[in-house]
């Protein structure tokens, strides 16, 4: 199933590359470049919040709408992000917002999984979700390929919890509360390393 490609790494997240087992997060441009070689890596797409306010949103989305599509055949792409929305950037929530929104629709035309850096906007993060997905959010984004996941989830049980009712995955770095690891049924948990991997 479409849903269950991130299933087959040991790691969904990293930003070092190297291990064919891990999914490394790209920017567009140098997943265009790796898209070109014979590097066994898997990758995903990054439309990151802190970027955005060091480019003009419209160029930056423009490039990576067109990383996607170039690399939209290439079976080692296997998911969008991270992408999301951060209360702590110096990006306008607008541009923060509209990106998002744009990248969850381009999630939804490919069918991937998308990868999501979500810092203090749980209520935003659900608003954006249910706009582009309609009123089953998470849910209808995880029955149509887009399964949601939370990475680098250190928050608390409780909200672990009401994630996971709604339909998000969680993805568990080397900084975790172990409530969580224990709390959540294990099927909506992955593992991540981001920038710690060696």
């Not at 939370?150 to 409780?158: I, M, P, Q, T």
């Not at 994630?163 to 593992?191: D, W």
């Amino acid at each position: 199933m479409i849903f269950e490609t991130l299933r087959q790494f040991d790691d969904i997240h990293t930003h070092v590359m190297g291990n064919p087992r891990a999914v490394c997060s790209l920017p567009p441009e140098e997943a265009i470049i790796l898209s070109r070689t014979c590097q066994n890596q898997s990758f995903s797409i990054m439309l990151h919040p802190w970027h955005i306010c060091q480019h003009p949103r419209h160029d930056l989305f423009s490039q990576f709408a067109e990383a996607v599509s170039a690399c939209s055949s290439d079976e080692r792409f296997v998911a969008i992000g991270e992408c999301g929305l951060d209360s702590e950037c110096d990006t306008p929530l607008s541009d923060q917002i509209a990106c998002f929104e744009q990248a969850l629709l381009i999630a939804r035309q490919y069918r991937k999984p998308v990868i999501l850096h979500i810092v203090r906007m749980w209520d935003q993060l659900l608003l954006s979700t249910r706009r582009v997905f309609g009123q089953g959010g998470a849910a209808t984004a995880d029955a149509e390929g887009c399964r949601l996941v939370v990475h680098g989830y250190r928050k608390n049980l409780a909200l672990a919890q009401q994630l996971v009712a709604q339909g998000y995955y969680l993805s568990l770095g080397s900084k975790f509360n172990p409530a969580v690891l224990t709390g959540i049924a294990p099927e909506k948990i992955y593992r991540e390393t981001d920038e710690t991997a060696k």
